[in-house]
């Protein structure tokens, strides 16, 4: 309603044989974990390749919306029209435990019994031409059609240059502050074994493991996670 997207169709999803292949076509070193779980069957490699997603901000659009809304838009800053804000993602290497991740990326089931993914990744940047991501953000919060409650939680995350929101559904799962190997972590999942999953960033790489485990499993095996 506010602008235009592009980019993110290209993103392609590629096996590789080995973990060296999937070191080679990433650029990354393959994560390794030393605490798997009894009967955990041999890893599968896979890259996923990056790409770059952008927003190109429209006033006639964003005039358009507000009208719908009932409203008028707040005069524009300087440079705001046509300003493009664009998240480069990186490619990620997935290392994956009884599942194949192309079945469970393209929508797939989730499998029975243990399984689980290994994810790492650079940390995504953001970028904007005309504004800053801080003044496109806080503009487009200021705009009639956007929900105040919605508009106090995103602002509530920080800097939008310097954040990856994690949206976690309260009514399924819990999050949790975690110290995984001397790095800050975010831990979602409860007891039960369908799933949990943590996330924790270090040295500018954004690690990840998910899948049908205890929240304890998911910790052990991203503690041992070199």
Known sequence: SYGTGGGGSAIAFTPEPDAAAAAAAS?????????????TPAPKYAVVSGGVVTFTFSADLARAAAARAGGHLPALPAGLDGSTLSVSIAPA???SYGIDPATLLQGGGVPSGEAFVVVA???????????????????LLSVPGIPPGVASEIQALGDP????????????ATGSTVTINGARG???GDSTGLGSAVVWQ????VDAIAGTLTSNQVLSIARSTR
């Open 186 to 188: 975010l831990l979602i």
């Open 121 to 139: 990744s650079r940390t995504p940047t953001v970028s904007s031409t005309g504004v800053t991501a801080r003044q496109l953000e806080d503009y």
């Open 202 to 205: 270090h040295n500018g790489i």
């Open 161 to 172: 240059a310097q954040t990856i929101p994690v949206p976690i559904p309260v009514d399924l």
């Open 93 to 95: 290497v997935v290392v």
């Open 27 to 39: 650029g990354l070193a393959v994560p390794t974990v030393a605490d798997l779980p009894a009967g």
